[in-house]
């Protein structure tokens, strides 16, 4: 995307809808993601996709700390805070990262497998470190921006857990309690993080490169979903 330095800024509605016009790069329109909630993946394909998409849920918090560590205001340090404790939890067996593990071990993987990343595609593994690797090297503007695939996860989540419930006899309520729990979470969270850019992505330069931070991220789910599908293929 070429940046228009000279061009005046967007008016905050005209930002919010470019940024939210990216929502058909979401990876919930990926191939891998409509089979599974058309209840075509076998059991071995859920187990792939939970054992692989478990290294993006656990480099999370990495994630949100490198973001904390390049932002100099203090309020925005305050509230991203809270995302960390989310995901690892106050304690031991606690947080998102823990209830992701419990999806896994209901699809059928041993803990210790998922917890040694034996199943982890390469693709994926190169998709999520570039970008935790974006969220440490980026301006930690553009490294909040890059998380706005918040604010079209909340209906996803939503239609997950009913089509699983439905297509997957053998996963129950409680093996969904990732989603569940993050189903209003994450939509608090994509208002807070869109407030945020809107309020200090104040020049043109910013709210363009702001859009091409949300375009990235799209693009890493993207890569994850295509290396998870051809790593299920090879059963």
């Known amino acids: 995307m070429s940046l228009s330095l000279s061009a005046a800024p967007m008016s905050p509605p005209e930002f919010v809808a470019a940024l939210r016009g990216l929502s058909h790069r979401y990876w919930g329109t990926h191939p891998f993601h409509r089979r599974m909630h058309g209840g075509e993946l076998s059991e071995y394909e859920l187990k792939v996709w939970a054992a692989n998409r478990w290294y993006y849920q656990c480099v999370l918090p990495q994630k949100d700390a490198a973001i904390i560590s390049n932002c100099p205001v203090p309020e925005i340090r305050r509230e991203w805070l809270d995302r960390i404790v989310y995901h690892d939890g106050t304690e031991a067996g606690d947080g998102g990262i823990e209830r992701w593990l419990r999806l896994c071990t209901a699809v059928g993987l041993d803990r210790e497998e998922v917890l040694d990343q034996r199943h982890v595609a390469p693709g994926v593994r190169f998709a999520v470190d570039a970008y935790v690797n974006f969220a440490r090297t980026k301006p930690w503007l553009e490294a909040v921006a890059s998380g706005l695939t ?51 992505a104040v020049t043109r330069e910013h709210q363009e490169k702001a859009i091409a931070a949300l375009s990235f991220k799209t693009d890493v789910l993207w890569s994850m979903l295509d290396a998870i599908e051809r790593a299920a293929a090879k059963e």
């Open 150 to 200: 918040e604010m079209f996860a909340g209906h996803l989540m939503q239609r997950r857990v009913a089509d699983m419930l439905a297509n997957y006899s053998w996963i129950a309520p409680e093996d969904l309690s990732y989603f569940t729990n993050r189903i209003d979470k994450v939509s608090g969270e994509g208002k807070g993080t869109l407030d945020i850019v809107v309020r200090h």
